[in-house]
């Protein structure tokens, strides 16, 4: 095996064609580091090309990519530390890349939430729309006309006069969204909208995205759900810094090297390294080579080979660079 | 609702327990238990009121009516000291050490003057303070203070929230070994992919438990419709006029609680086609959420 899993071939945008309008074509402006789409089917689109960035002494991304195209949703996967914020602020502009291109459209055409929601506590909903909205040059009429519809699917019509910071992480997230698409962004860049946020909101958030893509925005989230990014068109599994695996969900569990099972008890030896639990029962994984078939002592006991899912497979990628770091993979 | 193993009473037993907060019914005469060995999830939206009967058990809160009995009396400072509580905020001193954190709470919990060893994983940590650690360090070291003084019950607030795969699948070890042990737990996730850890499941809204039991018997029968079509955009756009409420799902899109008939006629002349499948825990837990709520389901 290479020094990391196999990268699904690609990247190929794999969400379904988009019905909406094209990126601007007048944009991205002269300010972005570099104007070419990054894109390689030449549909257009904006993203990151081998981007590294340094904090301090240490990699925070190591020579990432990403392609966001219009009206395909883009999801960003990893745990804490991964550098999922600091991918999403150098896609979003919001802090300048130590090496790589980044392609984005005009700073007036993205909409970005930054992972602190970017709201005004001690504004009502109203006036933090209100603000948002004049900041990107609507009326007050234009914007109340806009967000109307998502307040009222976002079930905040009646908090409307509430003060940002007595409404719940889930109202907040969802408010935070509606801000960030007020003015119809053709990139719309979201750090961890639904971290905390319980299931019924997170499917307001999750129309919110869909409705967004719907309209030809770009849009690139990030997430610790993997059923969430299961969803997505597009999917970057980062881990410390670096892409675990790049692709459709599909690509990525294609690419997964070697096999997996699952086995009701927890497994011993070298199994159990290679061992998590899910759904209360045990994955092993068998790198490529070693599967039980390989061995000697082969039978029901060592349980079934499985198809793995999206989540397994950000696991085994995780997994397999953990046990190479300790020096027992290769 | 499985009931305790032969002989053995519950850790923990909510008998229609109410709590109410002036006009406002925050827990709504729930009836809940937590056996030895068996790990119950508490799930539902924010606002339910997971986390008032949480506080109910702790002995944080009294009930309005009904009675909360742990390990067979009335909550108490020396039942307290059987529980293993592990809050969202995870309830270490940012300014202490993890070493120190786990000595401070040893003493608090009678447990022992020096305070259990640190796991070998976290012992490169000790001497920095918490504050300055990465969360997921920090859930670890809660996880241990929460579980160094061997509790008999575990109640866990939302344990996994913005943790990898990898590390959830290790935190849930963690959980599904002390329950091996002889702990009972009670835990809260907004993750429904991890009731499969769960040996039961306990759904609340508005403060009151709407369903019960395994994952396959809370889904029972529903079903959705699946829309598989050429352009997901305009399926979606078609759909979302007919007012069906519509989820995208990768390259489909899942309609719950409407017969196939119509959505395929919402569709019209769309190339699309239309699938029907079982309900996820997930889809039916919005049917249970949303229908209980005085609020109208969103459309």
Not at chain 1, 97 to 114: D, K
Not at chain 2, 264 to 276: K, M, Q
């Amino acid at each position: 095996m290479t020094s990391r899993p196999r990268r699904a071939s690609g990247p190929q945008p794999g969400g379904p064609q988009p019905g909406g309008r094209e990126p601007d074509s007048t944009a991205p402006d002269s300010t972005a580091p570099d104007s070419a789409a990054p894109d390689s089917t030449g549909r257009g689109g904006w993203g990151l090309q081998e981007v590294s960035v340094w904090h301090d002494d240490s990699l925070a991304l190591d020579h990432v990519s990403l392609v966001a195209a219009a009206g395909q949703v883009t999801a960003v996967v990893g745990g804490d530390g991964a550098g999922k914020t600091t991918l999403l602020r150098c896609l979003a502009g919001a802090q300048a890349p130590g090496s790589g291109r980044v392609s984005r459209p005009e700073v007036r055409r993205i909409g970005y939430l930054p992972a602190s929601s970017g709201l005004y506590p001690d504004l009502t909903v109203a006036e933090n729309l209100a603000f948002r909205a004049a900041a990107y040059g609507l009326t007050a009429a234009q914007a109340r006309e806009q967000v109307a519809e998502y307040l009222d699917r976002a079930g905040l019509t009646a908090a409307r006069d509430r003060l940002v910071g007595q409404l719940s992480g889930g109202m907040r997230q969802k408010l935070g969204m509606i801000a960030a698409l007020v003015h119809r962004p053709d990139l719309l860049v979201l750090d961890e909208p639904s971290t905390g946020v319980d299931p019924v909101s997170r499917s307001d958030l999750w129309w919110l995205i869909a409705r967004a893509a719907t309209g030809g925005s770009a849009v690139v989230f990030s997430t610790s759900y993997l059923d969430e990014a299961e969803r997505a068109g597009l999917v970057v599994a980062l881990d410390a810094g670096r892409e675990l695996a790049t692709g459709t969900p599909d690509e990525i569990v294609a690419a997964i090297p070697g096999t997996l099972r699952a086995v009701r008890e927890r497994p011993s030896g070298q199994d159990g390294l290679r061992a998590w639990r899910r759904g209360g029962h045990w994955r092993v994984w068998d790198p490529p080579g070693s599967g039980p078939a390989a061995g000697p002592i082969a039978g029901p006991a060592a349980g079934p080979v499985i198809r793995p899912d999206l989540q397994d497979a950000v696991t085994v990628a995780a997994l397999a660079r953990e046990l190479r770091l300790a020096g027992s993979l290769r | 609702m499985t009931g305790a193993a032969a002989g053995a009473s519950p850790l923990a037993q909510c008998a229609g327990v109410s709590c109410r907060f002036g006009q406002f019914t925050a827990v709504d005469q729930v009836d809940l238990q937590v056996n030895s060995g068996e790990i119950v999830g508490l799930l539902g939206a924010n606002g339910a009121g997971k986390t008032t009967l949480i506080r109910l058990l702790l002995g944080l809160l009294t009930p309005s009516a009904g009675e909360v009995a742990l390990f067979g009396a009335a909550p108490s400072r020396a039942t307290r000291r059987r529980i293993g509580y592990l809050p969202q905020g995870l309830g270490l001193y940012d300014d202490l050490t993890p070493a120190e954190n786990l000595k401070f709470s040893a003493a608090v919990f009678g447990s022992g003057r020096d305070g259990p060893e640190l796991p070998a994983a976290l012992r490169s940590y000790a001497n920095t303070v918490v504050g300055s650690l990465p969360l997921g360090v920090q859930r670890r070291i809660a996880f241990a203070q929460v579980l160094s003084h061997r509790p008999d019950l575990l109640i866990l607030d939302e344990p996994t929230s913005g943790v990898d795969p990898l590390g959830r699948a290790r935190l849930w070890e963690t959980i599904s070994d002390a329950a091996a042990a002889g702990a009972g737990v009670l835990v809260t996730t907004h993750h429904l992919d991890e009731a499969g850890e769960c040996s039961r499941l306990v759904i609340m809204a508005d403060g009151a438990v709407v369903a019960a039991g395994t994952a396959a018997q809370i889904i029972g029968p529903a079903r959705v419709s699946v829309v598989t079509a050429a352009s997901w955009t305009a399926a979606f756009t078609a759909l979302e006029r007919a007012g069906l409420p519509v989820a995208l799902a990768g390259r489909s899109l899942r309609v719950p609680s409407c017969p196939s008939a119509e959505v395929r006629h919402a569709l019209g002349d769309l190339d699309a086609r239309v699938a029907d499948a079982p309900a996820t825990l997930e889809e039916r837990f919005f049917e249970l959420t949303l229908s209980s709520s005085g609020t109208e389901v969103p459309r």
